[in-house]
């Protein structure tokens, strides 16, 4: 079982419509995530943070924790073409170090 | 522009040569990490200083890797003997430690091709 596990997708979603993305993690003890946007070629950017159960709402993103299934989400909502890129899910395992699954690709048609 | 730097932000060598990077890390962040990625998975961590001490290295960091961080500066990152193998974007993240959430900022990569 992989430490981080995501869908590689790709997923389509049509432009304004809410684009749901899933990661699910194996270390029970894990308390910080996060969501990191990636376009082809660049490197990973920030997007939310999670530390606690429940949702978290940043603008268009929601972040949704819940420890007990072990299991992370980012809605994102009105979904724009320029939302098209690989979303990477990854936890702090021990005391410092990411565990990135290894990315959704999303799709948003006009 | 004060986010992390990486230097070069290509590199193409042949099998054999030795190659360094360098990263800058945002200036108030003690920690610095090393990361690298191939096509179609998510960043691996390699490595990671928090000031000028290397706190822990990944079985994936061979003999031929070395990571220096002088001063809790910036940091460079070595490979010798290159094999093939090693072409993957090479990824810098630093972060400031503050209790327990933590979040860590990416440069834009070296990207490395062997040859």
């Known amino acids: 079982q992989k430490e981080v596990e995501q869908n590689s997708g790709p997923l389509s979603v049509p432009e304004g419509a809410i684009a749901s993305l899933n990661c699910t993690y194996s270390?029970?003890?894990?308390?910080?995530f996060f969501w990191y946007r990636q376009y082809s070629g660049k490197s990973p950017e920030l997007i939310m943070s999670?530390?606690?159960?429940g949702d978290k709402e940043d603008g268009r993103f929601t972040a949704q924790l819940n420890k007990a299934s072990q299991y992370v989400s980012l809605l994102i909502r009105d979904s724009q073409p320029s939302d098209s890129a690989t979303y990477l899910c990854?936890?702090?395992?021990?005391?410092?170090?990411?565990?990135f699954g290894q990315g959704t690709r999303l799709t948003i048609n006009p | 522009d004060t986010g992390v730097s990486q230097d070069p932000r290509h590199k193409i060598t042949k099998r054999g040569q030795n190659v360094t990077f360098r990263c800058d890390p945002i200036s108030e962040h003690n920690r610095l990490y090393w990361y690298r990625q191939t096509l179609g998975q998510g960043p691996e961590f390699l490595t990671y200083?928090?000031?000028?001490?290397?706190?822990?290295k990944s079985r994936l960091l061979s003999d031929r890797f070395s990571a220096e961080r002088p001063k809790g500066s910036f940091s460079t990152l070595e490979i010798q003997r290159t094999e093939q193998g090693d072409s993957a974007m090479y990824l810098c993240a630093s972060s400031w430690t503050s209790g327990y959430q933590e979040t860590q900022y990416f440069g834009p990569g070296t990207r490395l091709l062997v040859l």
């Open positions: 999670i530390y606690s159960n």
């Open positions: 270390d029970r003890g894990s308390q910080s």
């Open positions: 990854a936890v702090i395992q021990g005391a410092q170090k990411l565990v």
């Open positions: 200083f928090q000031n000028e001490a290397q706190l822990e």
